[in-house]
C-alpha cells in the first residue's frame, strides 16, 4: 500500500473545485493510455459537491463519459430515488448531465428490488466480479480512483468504528446497525478499497481533525477505518485547511492560498 500524502486547501468549496478538477485530469489521463476507467463515487457534502463541480468544468467534455464506469463505495440500503441515497445524489448533481453509458452505471440495489440487504451485497459482488480482469488478481476491478469521504468518527465508505465488516474479508458486505442512519447499508471493504490503484480521501470541518490527524499517525483502521484506506498505487488526503488542523505542519502542502 501507498504512502499517503496530504494536501490542503483553503476551505470547503475550494477542495470541491480542486478534487473536481484531480477527477477530470485523472480520468483523462487514464483514458489516454487505456481507452477506458473506473471511477468509485463517494456521498456525503464534498463529496456530491465535488461531482457538481465536475458537471460545471468547461474540462468535463474531456473526459469519455461513454467509456466510463461508475461504481459507489457504498450505498443506504434505502428505495431507488430516495433522496438519502448516494446515488440519487450522484445523479442530479452530474451523472445524468452527461453522456454515460447506462450499462457502466453499477449501481447498488436497494429494497425495492426485492433484495435483501445480504443479497444486494452479494449481486454487487457479483458484478466486480465479472467486471474484474485478469491482471487485476482479485475479485474486483482495481479501480483507477476511488474516493471516499469521512466521518468525524474516521469511517469512510459504510465501514464504522469497531464494527464486524472492518474484519469482513468478501468484497462487498452488508452492514446493520450503523451509528448514522440510515442503519442498514452495502459498503466495499478493505481489501477491495486497499486493491484500487489510486485511494482519494476526501474531508472538509473542523469536527472531523481529530480523525485526520488519527488517520495519518499509524492508528489501526478497527480503530479509524481511514487509516485502512490506502491505494496501491498512490492515497491522498485533501483537506481543507480546517479538517487539516490538528496534523503536523510538515505532514500536508497548501495547495491553495
Known amino acids: 500500500m501507498s504512502v499517503p500524502s496530504v494536501i490542503i486547501h483553503r476551505d470547503a468549496d475550494m477542495l470541491a473545485k480542486a478534487v473536481a478538477a484531480r477527477v477530470i485530469t485523472g480520468l483523462v489521463d487514464v483514458q489516454s493510455s487505456r481507452g477506458s476507467a473506473s471511477l468509485v463515487l463517494t456521498g456525503g457534502t464534498v463529496g456530491i459537491a465535488t461531482l457538481a463541480e465536475i458537471a460545471a468544468s468547461p474540462a468535463r467534455d474531456a ?12 450505498e443506504r440500503f434505502l428505495p431507488s430515488g430516495d433522496p438519502e441515497r448516494n446515488e440519487t445524489g450522484a445523479r442530479a448533481a452530474l451523472l445524468d448531465q452527461v453522456d454515460l453509458d447506462p450499462a457502466r452505471v453499477h449501481v447498488m440495489r436497494g429494497p425495492d428490488s426485492g433484495m435483501t440487504a445480504e443479497e444486494s451485497a452479494d449481486a454487487y459482488a457479483e458484478e466486480l466480479r465479472r467486471a474484474a480482469r485478469p491482471e487485476d488478481h482479485a475479485p474486483a476491478p482495481s479501480f483507477d480512483i476511488l474516493l471516499l469521504g469521512m466521518g468525524p468518527d474516521g469511517h469512510v465508505a459504510s465501514l464504522f468504528p469497531g ?10 458486505v452488508a452492514v446493520h446497525g450503523a451509528p448514522k442512519p440510515p442503519p442498514t447499508r452495502i459498503s466495499l471493504t478493505l481489501p477491495v478499497i486497499q486493491a484500487a490503484r489510486e485511494v482519494w480521501v476526501v474531508a472538509a470541518g473542523e469536527e ?3 480523525a485526520v490527524r488519527l488517520a ?10 481511514a487509516a485502512g484506506a490506502r491505494g496501491r498505487q498512490r492515497t491522498l488526503f485533501l483537506l ?8 503536523p505542519a510538515s505532514l500536508g502542502r497548501i495547495s491553495s492560498p
Open 216 to 225: 495519518l499517525s499509524g492508528s489501526g483502521p478497527v480503530q479509524i477505518p
Open 208 to 210: 472531523k481533525a481529530s
Open 163 to 172: 464494527m464486524p465488516a472492518l474484519y469482513d474479508t468478501r468484497p462487498v
Open 63 to 74: 473526459v469519455d463519459w461513454r467509456h466510463l464506469d461508475i461504481w459507489w463505495g457504498d
Open 240 to 247: 481543507d485547511r480546517a479538517s487539516a488542523g490538528k496534523i
